[in-house]
């Protein structure tokens, strides 16, 4: 996970135009923050053993918590503001463009990052299953020899990860809140969606920390 960086800032660009949409604000990321974010998640990541003990599904929760710590996802300079800045006009509130102040104060009160930290997660940690079962279709998981362990294991492995994202996205409102109002460490929120994602296959992408 830890040596896809361009392929984590596109897809967490994605569900920030995907959050944006959804509140009708206009996003920017600012991709020093980002990418702070992500290096800072291998540093926490770390903490969990020696290189490749960390399963991808913990790798990803270092990720989203940095995320939501660091907050990359900000409102966008709209037009107005610019012009303020730019040649120092007074007044700012009644010079700045109709509803901005009401835009920013609904920005600021909005959880922009959380949601995008959420939804980030969710892609990864089901995208790293994929990659799982890839592996073992291709006879890569030393643990089934066989044509028919392989398919055994693959089924169970969609069936508990459909599950699993069935039931996290039934409860997804309360995870971003909790973001915002809990204080959670990078290791309690990696052992929560561990819990919460565990197909029981997991182990199989240790390999893959960096």
Request: charge should be neutral; include cysteine.
């Amino acid at each position: 996970m830890f040596d896809n960086y361009d392929e984590v800032k596109k897809a967490a660009e994605a569900f920030g135009t995907d959050v944006s949409n959804e509140l009708k604000l206009r996003l920017r990321l600012t991709e020093a923050t980002f990418k702070e974010a992500f290096l800072s998640a291998q540093v926490s990541c770390g903490f969990h053993g020696e290189d490749g003990q960390a399963n991808h599904i913990k790798q990803v929760s270092h990720i989203a918590f940095w995320v939501v710590k660091l907050k990359p996802f900000s409102l966008a300079r709209s037009t107005g503001e610019w012009a303020l800045d730019t040649f120092g006009m007074s007044d700012t509130w009644s010079k700045i463009d109709a509803g901005y102040k009401e835009t920013r104060l609904k920005a600021l009160s909005a959880e922009i990052n959380e949601l995008v930290a959420f939804s980030l997660a969710d892609h990864l940690i089901a995208k790293g299953f994929e990659d799982i079962e890839a592996r073992i279709e291709k006879g890569e998981a030393v643990e089934y020899t066989t044509r028919r362990e392989q398919s055994k294991a693959v089924k169970e492995l969609r069936s508990r990860l459909k599950e699993n994202r069935d039931r996290v996205s039934r409860i997804s409102p309360e995870i971003v809140r909790s973001f915002r109002e809990h204080n959670y460490t990078s290791r309690a929120l990696a052992t929560m969606f561990h819990l919460a994602y565990s197909t029981g296959h997991e182990s199989l992408s240790h390999n893959e920390a960096a």
